[in-house]
Every structure is written in C-alpha cells, then in structure tokens.
C-alpha cells in the first residue's frame, strides 16, 4: 500500500561533497520522531477502537512514517558513517514514551485528535519541502519530495476522517481552533528535542530541552521560505474549517512568517553565545575533539 519503497530510491546517487552539515543532524533527529510512528498507531487504535476502517488507516499511515525514518537515518548515516541510527534510536526510545494504552484521545474528542494529526502533517509537509528545496545533495533531494508527498497525503487522510467525525461530534469553531493552535505549540516540546539529543549528543553529555530545542529550531527555521509558511498557513485553516485562501490567511501567514524569522533569529543568538561547555556537539566525534 505504500506509495514508494525505500529501495527505489537512487541511492548511489549520493554526493559527499554536497551535503550541508547543518541539516544533517536534523535528519537525524527527524528519522527518530519518524521511526517512532508504531507507538502512534498504537495509540490511535486504541483511541479509535470502534472503527475499523479508520484503524486500518492508521496502520498504513505508520508503515509509511516508519519508511520517512528509515530513509531518513540511511542518509544520515551516508553523511556520518560513525552515527549509528540503531543505537541512537534504541535510546530514544527508552526516554521518550506515548501512551499507547489510551482508549480516548488526549485532545478531547475524536475530531479534535484527527485535527492534531493534520496539524503534525502540515507541518511535515511543509518542513521536508522546504528541506527537499534547500539541500543540494540528490539523494536528499528525493528522499524529501517523496516523504513530503506522503505527508501531504497523511493531511489529505486524516482531515477526510475529521470531516466525519465533526459531522457527528459538533466539536465547535473555537474547539477546533484551540486543538489546532495547541497542537502546534507542542511542536517544541520534547519529542523532537529529545530526539535531537540523542541523535547529536554524546551519550555523557545530560539531556538540556532548551538547549536541544534552540540547536535545533536554529538550524531548521533558517530553510523556510514564505510561500511554505502560506501553504502550510492555507492546510491550517482548511483544518478548523476557514477558506485557504484569501485575506484572513494572507494576514495570518505573514504573521507567522513574521514570527518565525524572530524565533530563527532568536535560537540562533542563543546558540551562538551559548557557554562553550553547555554547546551541543554535533556528532560523537565532536565531542571527542572538543575533550582532546
Ligand atoms: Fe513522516
Ligand atoms: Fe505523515
């Protein structure tokens, strides 16, 4: 049922001397929050236990997150043959857990949880085109347009499902608005940050939210441009049920594309004048340079 297979990909298109250091922990960070799509399955089986349909849904849906993390982490460990993605994903794992044994959503309502996963995959959407367009590395290159399709797909999947499930739950304007604006401000929470330490940082160093979450926001904000903050602004109000297009979501994505560029500039003051011994290393061996 998968749109693609791993192995289609062109993989001994990969081109060393292409690859932009600074996205390379951010795909390593990504192909863990990715592989991680089993516990999300999970989780929505339980939440939605009743319905079949939709839970065989949801168990394709994963099988194509847990491909977006094994792409991911087969080029990240072609850009740094030293990282080991089965390690690293091992402890994730470990620190970072859901709950898969819930049998309601933790948003409220069945259509407020749908709502939440549109939001996860407008931003994923947008966030692997924008990567897919600024790295020059090929193999990168299609990795990106094809996850970035598949995610675009996920929204498409689950706001088919949120329109029945707000057919018979009414979940009000306001109730929608607040799940979706909710959901969005989690995307700092732990589960990339997280995900960040332990796919960068050596296993000594002491997980730090903050500073993961600044090393990574600093790197990843700099490669959106406007039109993947108004595309990903038109997904946003055709999730709550506003037009896509037109002026109310013209103000909103200049808005946010306003507020983005603060943050970027913001995490990437915070990164730079970080205390040298509180700095995150990039890699493994950075850290073994770094105490040489
Ligand atoms: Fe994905
Ligand atoms: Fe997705």
């Known amino acids: 049922m998968k749109h693609w297979r791993i192995e289609q990909v062109a993989w001994d298109r990969f081109d060393p001397s292409r690859v932009d250091p600074d996205i390379v922990p951010l795909v390593k960070a990504a192909a863990m929050v990715e592989k991680n799509g089993s516990d999300y399955a ?7 236990h009743d319905d ?19 792409a991911l982490g087969r080029w990240a460990t072609l850009a740094d043959p030293s990282w080991d993605f ?15 044994n819930a049998n309601a959503s933790i948003r409220g309502s069945r259509t407020g949880e749908l709502i939440a996963r549109c939001m996860v995959e407008t931003g994923t959407s947008s966030y ?6 600024a790295t ?17 797909r996920h929204f498409k999947l689950f706001y088919d499902h949120m329109k029945r499930y707000l057919a018979r739950e ?12 909710g959901r969005i401000g989690e995307s700092e929470d732990d589960e990339l940050a997280y995900a960040y330490h332990c796919g960068n940082e050596a296993e000594g160093v002491a997980y730090d939210h903050h500073r993961c979450i600044a090393s990574y926001m600093a790197r990843a904000m700099g490669y959106y441009r406007y039109r993947h903050i108004e595309r990903g602004m038109g997904m946003i109000f ?55």
């Not at 999970?42 to 939605?48: K, M, S, T, W």
């Not at 020059?136 to 675009?152: F, M």
């Not at 013209?250 to 995490?267: I, S, T």
């Open 42 to 48: 999970l989780y929505l089986n339980g939440v939605f």
């Open 52 to 70: 079949p349909d939709f839970r065989q849904a949801a168990d394709y849906w994963a099988q194509e997150e847990i491909q977006h993390g094994d």
């Open 238 to 292: 055709k999730a709550v049920g506003l037009p896509p297009r037109g002026r109310l979501s013209d103000v909103a994505a200049r808005g946010a594309w306003r507020l983005l560029q603060w943050r970027c500039g913001r995490y990437r003051r915070e990164v730079a004048f970080a205390p040298a011994a509180a700095r995150a290393p990039a890699s493994p061996q950075e850290a073994l340079r770094a105490a040489a």
């Open 170 to 181: 009414k979940l009000s304007f306001l109730g929608r608005l607040r799940v979706a604006a």
């Open 86 to 100: 089965d390690a690293a994903f091992r402890r994730y794992r470990e620190g970072f857990k859901i709950d898969v």
């Open 128 to 133: 692997y085109t924008a990567l897919g367009e």
């Open 136 to 152: 020059q590395e090929p193999v990168l290159k299609e990795i990106c347009r094809l996850i970035a399709a598949d995610e675009y």
